[in-house]
C-alpha cells in the first residue's frame, strides 16, 4: 500500500531541503506534499488522507503544537515527526503528551529523519493491521451476537428433541452461550398451547403472531428471570425457567402446591383460580398485591388474558415440575402429552402432578353415515341439531384425545365417501387453505365442533342448493322431452336444452327419478300412447308416429312389454272393459 507524506514549515528553503534534498524512492510513498503554514496543511488534510506529517514547532500564527492538537481531532492516525531549531524542553513535553512519533533537532540528518519517516510507516501500517482485526472481530463479534439467541434455541431444540448430551458437552454449551447454568442446576418447563386463533389469519400472519405469542411468554412468564423460550421441532412453544445462581438448592423452582380443578386432567389449575400463595418464581414487574411480587400461575393467567385480549389467541400453560437438564426431554413430553390430552378445557393454567388413569368417554362414537345422509339431502338444520347435540353430551363427558382422533378420522371418511358417491372432489368443496391437520383440531372440543358444523354444514348447503337446481332441471327435461314426444330425440339434444354436459345429465337424472333418460322417456311414450288408445278412435300407426315411433312393428314390441298387451289386444281389452 502507498502513503502519503506532508511536510509543514514556514521556511520554503527548508520545505524543498526535505521534500526534494531527501531520496524516498525506497518507501512505499505515493505523495510528497508540502504546506508553508498551519492553515495550508488543514487544506490539505481536508482533501486527501495523510499519514504522516514532518512539520515545524516554531511557526507564526499557529504553531506545530496547535497543529497537531487539530491533527489529532481530525486524523488520529496520522503520524507526526516534529522538527525544532530550539530544544526546548517546554515543547518537547507538550510532543509527548499529544502522542508525537518523533522529535528531531535542527540541522536535521537526512538519513536520520529518513529512517525515522520508515519507522512512522511501519507504524501506520501496524496500526492499520491492527484496525482491521478489530474491525473483522467488531463484525464477528456483532454476528455471534445476532446468532447467539439462534444457537441457544438450536441446543434447547436438540435437548427436548432427545440429542444425547455428555456433562461436558452441557458445561461447555452453557460457558460458551453465557448462560447461568450448570449441570447441577434444574429448569422448570411450561408448555405454551396455542389453542384457537379468534381472528382468520392466512399462514403468513399466522406465523408472525405465534412469534409474537413467542415474545410475550418471554416478557411475561419469565418475568425477567434467567431462562429461555423456544420452539421446539414440533411448533410447540416451551419457556424454560433457569434456577437462579443464589439458589443452590433450587427451591424457587420447586413445585407449588396445587388444588385439583373439576374433572379436568390430572392437575389441573383454572387461569382464573390461580393460587395466590404459591412460591414459585417472582417476577420483577408487576404484583397483584401491594408488595408481592406475582407467583408464576398469577403470571401464566395474566399472560393468558393479554394473549386473548390483544394477540386474538386462545392459550393454555402447562407449568411442569424442575427437573435437571439431563431430565427436560421427559418432562417436556409429559407436558405435552397432559396438553394432548385435555381437550374439554381451553385458556387456562395446568399443573403436572402426576399421572392418573384416563377416564374413559361413555358417548358413543355419532352415526356419521346419518350425518352424510342429511348433508347430502340438504337437511341444513337438521344436521346442524344433530351435531349441537352430540357435542353438549361430549362436553359433560369429556373424551380423551384418542376418541376425538378415532372421531375426526371417521368424520373425514364419510364426507369423502359423500363426495365420491356425488361425483366431487374435495376440492371442489373445500379449498386447500381449509385444511387443518388432526394435531389441531383434536385439541379441543370447541375447535372440532366447529370444523363438524363448518364441513359437514357446507356439504349440506352444497347439495341443499344442488337439490333445488336439480329438480329445476329434471323439470325442464320432462317438459322438454312431453313436448318432443313425436320426435325422434337422443342424450345430446335433451342436455343441449339445459346446457349440461350429456353425461353428467345421465348421471344427474337416473340420481333424481331412479331411470335413464331412455327408460323415462319410454314410458312417457308409452303413457301417452295408452292414454290415445282409450281417448280417441285415432289409428294405432298414427298413434305410434304421435309419440315418436315411425317403425310400427317396434312401437308394438315397445307397447307390448311395457304393458303386456299388443296396442289392438289394449285397445280392445280397454272397450270391452268400458261396455
Known amino acids: 500500500m502507498q502513503y502519503n507524506l506532508l511536510v509543514v514549515d514556514d521556511e520554503e528553503i527548508a520545505v524543498r531541503g526535505i521534500t526534494e534534498g531527501i531520496d524516498w524512492s525506497g518507501l512505499p510513498l505515493a505523495r510528497i506534499l508540502s504546506a508553508l503554514d498551519a492553515e495550508e496543511a488543514k487544506q490539505i488534510f481536508n482533501e486527501q488522507p495523510i499519514h504522516v506529517m514532518i512539520s515545524d514547532i516554531d511557526m507564526p500564527m499557529e504553531n506545530g503544537i496547535q497543529l497537531l492538537k487539530w491533527v489529532n ?11 525544532t531549531g530550539h530544544a526546548d524542553f517546554r515543547f518537547a513535553q507538550q510532543a509527548v503528551q499529544l502522542n508525537s512519533f518523533d522529535y528531531l533537532l535542527k540541522p536535521i540528518d537526512h538519513e536520520m529523519l529518513k529512517s525515522c519517516v520508515e519507522q512512522a510507516l511501519s507504524a501506520v501500517r501496524e496500526r492499520e493491521h491492527e484496525d482491521a482485526v478489530n474491525q473483522s472481530y467488531a463484525y464477528y463479534y456483532d454476528q455471534w451476537n445476532r446468532q447467539l439467541p439462534l444457537l441457544v434455541e438450536r441446543m434447547w431444540q436438540n435437548i427436548l428433541q432427545g440429542r444425547s448430551f455428555t456433562t461436558r458437552e452441557l458445561e461447555a454449551n452453557f460457558s460458551l452461550y453465557g448462560l447461568p447454568l450448570d449441570t447441577s442446576k434444574q429448569v422448570l418447563p411450561i408448555l405454551v398451547s396455542v389453542e384457537e386463533w379468534k381472528v ?13 405469542i413467542k415474545n410475550a411468554a418471554e416478557e411475561m412468564l419469565l418475568g425477567g428471570r434467567p431462562g429461555h423460550v423456544v420452539q421446539d421441532g414440533s411448533g410447540l412453544i416451551f419457556a424454560l425457567l433457569y434456577a437462579p445462581d443464589s439458589d443452590p438448592d433450587n427451591s424457587s ?17 383454572a387461569a382464573s383460580d390461580a393460587d395466590a400463595n404459591a412460591p414459585v418464581f417472582s417476577a420483577r414487574g408487576g404484583s397483584s398485591d401491594a408488595g408481592r411480587a406475582q407467583t408464576l400461575p398469577e403470571r401464566a393467567a395474566e399472560f393468558i388474558r393479554m394473549s386473548s385480549q390483544y394477540l386474538y389467541a386462545i392459550v393454555s400453560c402447562y407449568i411442569g415440575e424442575a427437573v435437571p437438564v439431563a431430565d427436560l426431554r421427559q418432562a417436556a413430553l409429559q407436558l405435552a402429552e397432559l396438553e394432548r390430552a385435555n381437550i374439554s378445557r381451553t385458556g387456562g393454567v395446568f399443573r403436572s402432578t402426576g399421572s392418573k388413569e384416563p377416564k374413559k368417554c361413555g358417548v358413543p362414537q355419532p352415526n356419521l353415515q346419518e350425518w352424510s345422509a342429511l348433508a347430502e339431502a340438504g337437511r341444513l338444520k337438521e344436521l346442524e341439531g344433530r351435531i349441537e347435540d352430540q357435542f353438549l353430551l361430549l362436553q359433560h363427558d369429556q373424551p380423551d384425545h384418542a376418541y376425538l382422533i378415532h372421531y375426526y378420522y371417521g368424520a373425514v371418511n364419510a364426507i369423502f365417501q359423500l363426495l365420491q358417491r356425488r361425483g366431487l372432489s374435495a376440492g371442489e368443496l373445500y379449498p386447500s387453505d381449509d385444511w387443518r391437520g388432526d394435531d389441531q383440531l383434536t385439541k379441543s372440543l370447541p375447535a372440532m365442533k366447529h370444523w363438524t358444523l363448518q364441513w359437514f354444514g357446507r356439504a349440506a348447503a352444497y347439495f341443499g342448493v344442488r337439490e333445488k337446481e336439480a329438480s329445476v332441471t329434471m323439470n325442464k327435461v320432462k317438459r322438454f322431452m312431453e313436448a318432443h314426444l313425436h320426435e325422434e330425440m337422443n342424450r345430446e339434444e335433451i342436455a343441449g336444452h339445459v346446457h349440461l354436459n350429456p353425461a353428467y345429465l345421465s348421471r344427474l337424472f337416473r340420481r333424481e327419478t331412479g331411470q335413464s333418460l331412455t327408460e323415462y322417456l319410454v314410458d312417457m311414450r308409452m303413457r301417452k300412447a ?21 317403425n310400427f312393428s317396434h312401437f308394438s314390441k315397445q307397447f307390448k312389454k311395457a304393458t303386456g298387451l299388443t296396442p289392438q289386444e289394449y285397445r280392445r281389452g280397454i272397450g270391452a272393459a268400458l261396455d
Open 200 to 212: 382468520e389469519w392466512n399462514a403468513r400472519d399466522e406465523e408472525i403472531m405465534a412469534y409474537a
Open 530 to 550: 295408452q292414454q290415445e288408445l282409450i281417448e280417441t278412435d285415432a289409428k294405432i300407426s298414427d298413434i305410434a308416429l304421435g309419440v315418436g315411433y315411425c
Open 73 to 83: 481531532a481530525h486524523s488520529p492516525a496520522t503520524k507526526t515527526i516534529f522538527l
Open 253 to 269: 423452582v420447586e413445585a407449588d402446591t396445587d388444588r385439583e380443578a373439576g374433572n379436568g386432567p390430572s392437575g389441573a389449575l
